[in-house]
């Protein structure tokens, strides 16, 4: 279980560094997308719309694994689902900045994990 919890803890590592590297400037901790934004649909976009979050938890569920923590794997699973929900909302936002966004999120079928969720 260590092996997979490292693994998981360097490809959800991977997935934030890389999301954050292509959203670049257009990065908000905030939900609303910013007034000058843009949509970025390149790079890791490309196979899932929220990579940070799924990162975070992927680091989560690997961290869990890595400390055989069930209580941890309950937290990662609750993170997750908060995540979920908070691409969720955001989503309907940038659906009414970006009216290109839908043709996006239809090509971009993953969420959050590439070809998981």
């Known amino acids: 279980m260590q092996w ?8 959800g590592f991977a997935q ?5 590297l292509h959203l670049g400037v257009n990065v908000t901790p905030y939900p609303e997308p910013l007034e000058l934004g843009n949509l970025v649909h390149g790079g890791v976009y490309r196979h899932v719309r929220h990579p940070v979050y799924g990162g975070i938890t992927l680091g989560m ?6 400390q055989a923590s069930w209580a941890g794997l309950a937290t990662a699973i609750g993170g997750g689902v908060f995540f979920w929900l908070k691409a969720g909302f955001e989503e309907r936002r ?5 009216p290109d966004y839908r043709d ?14």
Request: proline content about 3%; hydrophobic content about 60%.
């Open 4 to 11: 997979l919890g490292a693994g998981l803890i360097a490809f």
């Open 16 to 20: 934030v560094g890389l999301g954050l």
């Open 61 to 66: 569920v690997g961290l869990a694994l890595y």
């Open 94 to 98: 940038l659906l009414i900045r970006y």
């Open 104 to 117: 996006y999120s239809a090509r971009t079928r993953f969420r959050m994990i590439p070809w998981i969720l």
